[in-house]
């Protein structure tokens, strides 16, 4: 992670959904800092609006969707200004591109994958003709399509799905974005194929320069990949931190929910822990903490106001009310000591 | 492809040969007076059965059957009763053909570039005036029978623009109504078909992707949404073309064009067993005809047809 | 750490809150009803909901005409008091509020007459075609030894085109209500019996009816939850839609003279009666009449019955 230059700063954004004629308010006030050259993972559970997120950082919400307020700022710009077509032309792929969960259905089954990529390498890249031609096949040998020669000319459907999932990122890194939003980009394949789509996704943050957004909610993908870590609940980031920080100091009782889900903190003979309850109606508003129902340690205050962050380290924060100093000291639970103690261990090691 | 074409051909002929045999078989339950025309009354039972057994119809089936093809395969289709006494009909077929297949082409050419460009228009402005237009157009078409618009047409638009109203083959401007009235529901279903598959397409992942990439919306539109749009619309295209052949029933006969429509009203009225028979035969052929082309056109657009499609899916 | 501390809350807010376990589950609560959105999602469209209520209006009103004072008779064929002559092809008037065609009967009393007939051919078409469809549409499905039988029976037949059919069943038995209906229903049957059978496919087979199958749920449930509300919602929409089917049929085989005979009236022979006379410009009455009364059903059967079928799919309860 390099100095602190940051590229994109998401400040208190409130987004919206109108279904069968109700209001559903996606995104409760999210605020995101992206510096330049990291690999930040978005976790949470499905719902929490991870994609809706990033998707507005592109103008790619569906139609009944739309930025209530709150600011997108990048080169610049405020993004969630941006309104006609001709504004988001100058940020999808140029400078945002994305890779999609699902790569079965993300390429047109009736054009070649050539074609395909060559679209994205004409339009931002200003090549054509045979000199187009050569950098497509210069990419898919990138991304690790054997005999890119040949391949140029197939189909998707000739493809398996680890392979159209390199293309996928092929047509992204064709865009030559600045940023490179991944959403899920590995749940729909075999955990041995994701093993390799990760690798190859940092060397190409590596070789091109990218910064990269990587969305999911599977925290072997993101203890795998990433530098900072931001945990999101329920429409707003509930907490952000280095990747050491969120894993061995988290300190949001939904982090540790989150994390004592892991099968690996399990013990051996013992029930695996779930959180109990499920996620909050969105289409209700929200007094206070959003995760504050489904926890056995909640404040009264957690129902009353929303926390605001408080700060950790300079790289690390969350918004529980448990960091107020007023607040009552709570015992985590036994996977997170353990995780607590290891943190120590690591504090050690460093100041020596 | 090769193995797909001929797996094809195989089930076509296979269903074609069951088709015409089952229509034959039916054919048998034909009222008796279709065969003698004007003399029928006049003739006693040992006449009448005399006669039925000279045209081979007091054989036994598989007798029947049998001479059915084997003159089926030299192109005899029989002789005409009624209608045109002692003629065969494969020549009654030859002379009224061309001016059915004249006006069907030209209504469907008509219909494919008016309601094409429609359904993308509709596509395009989904929900909002356009849309609404063609909504309405097409319903209109679809539900009210189209005896009824037709003659309301040649009522009214004669009026309005002067046009001849029966067909003559010197006056070019006679040609004009009768097509265009044949096209009305070609366009309706082009139209509508146009529409659905665009919308279906343009929920797809892949157009997220390409939106993703920069792409807009027009570009996307005509690159990636319309040509695996039209490709499943394909498949309907051999079959209609080969219903030009059959000419349509109202059409001809509202504005007089001699064509094969009106052929089989009169083989009808006229109760003329052997033609109503041919005709029949010649209708049921084209579909299986017209489908079988039309999926080796399908497959040669779509790569992914390799093998199989379910049947009973369509 | 330099956070900022808000002075204004009380101290005793950061107390423990009593933990409610009933709270953190509700969140998730659905009270969706597949009929309620159902029906919902069709009132929405108003062209619809008007279409419907002037059916059921023109229905009520066809079945109470004739019982209305005033009403003549469609076959009593009308006679000049003063002429002794057959009031023929009388404009309308207070009198014959649609006129008289040809040989003097009134035509409003043969329009309401026809329309009955018309819609009882469409109604019993439907109806039949439904009860056909699902028998063997069931037994296609559900029989798994009678299924490729089935199969390629529906293959061959699909084939045949259906106006080929229905002129060559009429042309065989003779022209009457039943022969009319009965041809019909021949050709219809197919596609119901497809329609039910996929449903039935889909029960059998679906994840969450194997899942609810695993649970122990009785078969009996599974048909009532999930198979009867969409086979209503096809039968329905069938029924809607063999309206229009029929009366364009009706009409076409009454062009080629295989309709029914005239001495009972229907929309197909009026329109015929009026063609014939059409050339002449104040006898057209004798055809628009028919056919707007014909237009305006078969235009509102098949946009209620389009519009329910959008309504009764469940992806469209958004």
Not at chain 1, 102 to 128: C, W
Request: aromatic letters at 10%; glycine letters at 6%; charged letters at 20%.
């Amino acid at each position: 992670m390099d100095n602190s230059n940051v590229i994109l700063s998401v400040k208190d954004l409130v987004v919206k959904f109108n279904l069968r004629g109700k209001v559903l308010t996606a995104i409760r006030g999210a605020s995101l800092d992206l510096y330049e050259g990291e690999s930040l993972a978005i976790v949470g559970e499905s719902g929490a609006g991870k994609s809706v997120f990033t998707k507005t950082f592109m103008g790619l919400l569906d139609a009944n969707g739309w930025i209530d307020s709150g600011s997108i700022l990048y080169k610049g710009e405020d993004l969630a200004k941006y309104k006609t077509e001709d504004d988001w032309i100058k940020i999808r792929g140029k400078e945002f591109a994305m890779v999609f969960q699902e790569p079965m259905t993300s390429l047109n089954p009736l054009r070649t994958i050539g074609s395909q990529v060559e679209e994205a390498v004409v339009l931002h890249q200003g090549l054509t003709g045979e000199e187009a031609k050569q950098k497509v096949i210069e990419i898919l040998d990138d991304v690790g399509i054997q005999d890119p020669e040949r391949r140029y000319y197939q189909y998707p459907h000739e493809f398996s799905g680890g392979m159209r999932q390199r293309v996928v990122i092929a047509i992204a890194v064709a865009c030559n974005p600045r940023i490179l939003i991944c959403d899920e980009p590995t749940t729909a394949l075999d955990v041995t194929i994701q093993a390799q789509i990760l690798n190859l996704l940092k060397e190409l943050q590596k070789k091109y320069n990218l910064t990269i957004i990587y969305i999911t909610h599977d925290l072997g993908v993101v203890a795998n990949v990433a530098d900072r870590i931001a945990v999101m609940y329920a429409g707003d980031i509930i907490e952000i931190g280095t990747s050491e920080e969120v894993f061995y100091n988290a300190q949001h009782p939904y982090t540790w929910a989150l994390l004592s889900s892991l099968p690996q903190l399990g013990v051996k003979g013992q029930d695996l822990y779930s959180i109990k309850g499920t996620p909050p109606n969105l289409f209700n508003e929200i007094k206070g903490d959003a995760f504050a129902p489904r926890n056995d340690k909640a404040l009264k205050i957690d129902f009353i106001k929303r926390p605001p962050y408080f700060e950790v380290s300079p790289t690390h924060k969350a918004k529980t009310w448990l960091l107020d100093p007023r607040a009552p000291k709570v015992e985590p639970p036994e996977s997170i000591k353990f995780l607590r103690r290891k943190w120590k261990v690591k504090a050690n090691e460093r100041s020596e | 492809m090769l193995k797909y074409s001929a797996k094809r051909l195989l089930q076509s002929v296979v269903t074609l040969f069951l088709v015409v045999t089952i229509v034959f078989l039916l054919m048998r339950l034909m009222p008796e007076e279709g065969y003698f025309g004007e003399g029928y009354e006049k003739l006693d039972e040992a006449q009448r059965e005399a006669i039925l057994a000279s045209m081979g119809l007091r054989d036994p089936i598989h007798i029947q059957l049998k001479n059915f093809y084997s003159d089926l395969f030299k192109g005899d289709l029989g002789e005409s009763i009624i209608y045109r006494p002692k003629v065969a009909i494969a020549e009654i077929l030859k002379s009224k053909i061309p001016y059915s297949v004249k006006f069907g082409v030209a209504a469907m050419a008509i219909s494919l570039v008016v309601g094409i460009p429609l359904g993308i228009l509709m596509a395009r402005s989904k929900n909002q005036l356009w849309d609404k237009l063609g909504t309405g157009y097409i319903v209109f078409i679809n539900a009210v029978p189209a005896a009824v618009y037709y003659l309301l047409l040649q009522l009214y638009v004669t009026d309005i623009f002067k046009l001849p109203i029966l067909y003559n083959p010197d006056r070019p401007s006679s040609w004009i109504l009768p097509a265009i009235s044949m096209s009305l529901g070609g366009t309706a279903s082009y139209a509508m078909w146009m529409r659905r598959y665009m919308v279906d397409e343009l929920n797809k992942d892949y157009v997220k992707l390409a939106r993703a990439k920069g792409l807009r919306e027009k570009s996307i539109m005509v690159r990636h949404v319309l040509k695996n749009a039209i490709v499943p619309m394909v498949q309907y295209l051999p079959t209609s073309l080969l219903y030009t052949v059959s000419g349509s029933i109202y059409i001809e006969s509202l504005y007089s064009i001699p064509g094969m429509g009106g052929l089989l009203v009169d083989a009808i009225q006229r109760q003329d067993n052997t033609l109503v028979q041919a005709l029949v035969l010649i209708y049921s052929s084209i579909g299986i005809i017209g489908l079988f082309l039309g999926d080796i056109l399908m497959a040669s657009l779509d790569p992914r047809i390799k093998l199989d499609r379910k049947e009973g899916a369509r | 750490m330099a956070n900022s501390i808000d002075k204004s809350i009380d101290e005793s807010l950061f107390e423990f809150a009593t933990y409610d376990e009933q709270q953190a589950e509700m969140t998730g609560y659905s009270n969706y009803s597949y009929w309620r959105s159902t029906i919902q999602v069709f009132m929405k469209n108003r062209v619809a909901v008007f279409l419907l209520f002037l059916m059921i209006g023109l229905l009520a009103f066809t079945m109470i005409q004739p019982f209305l004072p005033g009403q003549k008779s469609p076959t009593e064929i009308h006679i000049d008091e003063n002429t002794g002559m057959q009031l023929r092809n009388h404009p309308p008037d207070k009198e014959f509020w649609f006129g008289t065609n040809s040989i003097g009967q009134d035509l409003w009393a043969r329009i309401w007459s026809g329309t009955r007939t018309s819609l009882l051919i469409g109604f019993f078409v439907g109806l039949w075609e439904a009860i056909i469809g699902i028998i063997v549409g069931a037994l296609w499905g559900y029989v798994r030894r009678l299924e490729s039988t089935i199969t390629g029976i529906y293959n061959v037949l699909n084939n045949i085109p259906t106006t080929i059919l229905l002129i060559l069943l009429t042309y065989i038995m003779k022209p009457s209500v039943f022969t009319m209906i009965f041809a019909m229903c021949m050709t219809g049957w197919l596609n119901m019996a497809r329609f039910v059978r996929n449903l039935i496919v889909i029960i059998r087979d679906r994840e969450y009816n194997l899942a609810s199958r695993c649970l122990g749920t009785p078969t009996r449930r599974i048909i009532t939850k999930n198979l009867l509300p969409y086979l209503v919602s096809v039968i329905m929409l069938r029924m809607a839609l063999a309206i229009p089917a029929a009366i364009g049929y009706e009409v076409f085989l009454t062009y080629i003279g295989l309709g029914l005979p005239i001495s009972i009236p229907s929309l197909g022979n009026l329109i015929n009666e009026g063609r014939r006379v059409m050339g002449v410009p104040t006898l057209r009455y004798q055809l628009i009449f028919p056919a707007t009364v014909l237009s305006i059903i078969t235009i509102s059967f098949y946009v209620i019955g389009n519009v329910f079928a959008d309504a009764s799919d469940p992806r469209n309860h958004v």
